[in-house]
Nanobody, 126 residues
Framework: QVQLVESGGGLVQAGGSLRLSCAAS????????MAWFRQAPGEERDFVAA???????TYYADSVKGRFTISRDNAGNTLLQMNSLKLEDTALYFC????????????????????WGQGTQVTVSS
């Protein structure tokens, strides 16, 4: 059982930056796909970005492409660098992990992921 803990959320002005981090209870390596989803009040949980660890392949939602970057650090954490933040980026951000390779046709599906964190709140103000 992999436990995920997100950190790095907070309040930021529009145009600013935040970096989220996801720490796993055990080192995720090999054929793991790590992802970030977000959920605004009254909305569904939407895909943001994913990283396939085995090949380093990344995927992004169109709404964040060019502004957000998903990566991993040497400690095994999954990072989400968020730049040029907009009001509509306000949401609870969740880290997700799946112990297999996901591909372009299923990486965006929230039902594909086995493990989830509790979320970290990101609020963008004007």
């Amino acid at each position: 059982q992999v436990q995920l803990v997100e950190s790095g959320g907070g309040l930021v002005q529009a145009g600013g930056s935040l970096r989220l981090s996801c720490a796993a209870s055990e080192r995720t390596f090999g054929s793991y796909t790590m992802a970030w989803f977000r959920q605004a009040p009254g909305e569904e949980r939407d895909f943001v970005a994913a990283l396939r660890w085995s090949y380093g392949t990344t995927y992004y939602a169109d709404s964040v492409k060019g502004r957000f970057t998903i990566s991993r650090d040497n400690a095994g954490n999954t990072l989400l660098q968020m730049n040029s933040l907009k009001l509509e980026d306000t949401a609870l951000y969740f880290c997700a992990a799946e112990p297999r390779d996901l591909y372009w046709f299923n990486v965006r599906g929230r039902n594909e992921y086995h493990y989830w964190g509790q979320g970290t709140q990101v609020t963008v103000s004007s």
